[in-house]
């Protein structure tokens, strides 16, 4: 899915806010509609992310700074620290879709060891890893600990700087 470009410039974004690259925090430059110049631009959205509302439309503000820092339109960013609020540059990368969701937060299994479920066929811990659409099968462990280091090495090996840490 292809995003929309903004309306308007890298320019003009930053006649509007300032964007502290060591908070990740944007401010208002000068008085609009409810807000005084210094405000906080934005809020949380209900997923997480900082969104800032711009000529009556919102903008994820994590794009939003790659576009103050760097004039051009993100088509994906991930946020390093898996941290969907933190917005400083340095936490921010360009990813494919496949790779931003390599490092998104999952839910814990039965094991409570990521990648370690239990098959309940063969009584032993099974690792498997879906990457690009591709599900692909690690082996069977004896342990919950075992199936996870295996997991977490299987997982370095396909999503290289994009595996969770």
Known sequence: MKT???PFSAEELRRLVNYDTETGIFTWLAQRQRVSA???AGSRNASGYWSIMIDY???LAHRLAWFYMYGE???ALDHINRNR???RIGNLRIATQAENKCNAKHPPNSSGLQGANWDHQRGMYRVRVSFKRR???FGY???ALEAHVAYKMAVQALQGEFAPK
Request: aromatic share 14%.
């Open 73 to 75: 339109w993100p088509e």
């Open 85 to 87: 609020s933190d917005n």
């Open 57 to 59: 439309r919102g903008y």
């Open 141 to 143: 462990y004896k342990t």
């Open 4 to 6: 929309r470009l903004p």
């Open 38 to 40: 210094g405000d906080v």
């Open 135 to 137: 599900r692909r099968d």
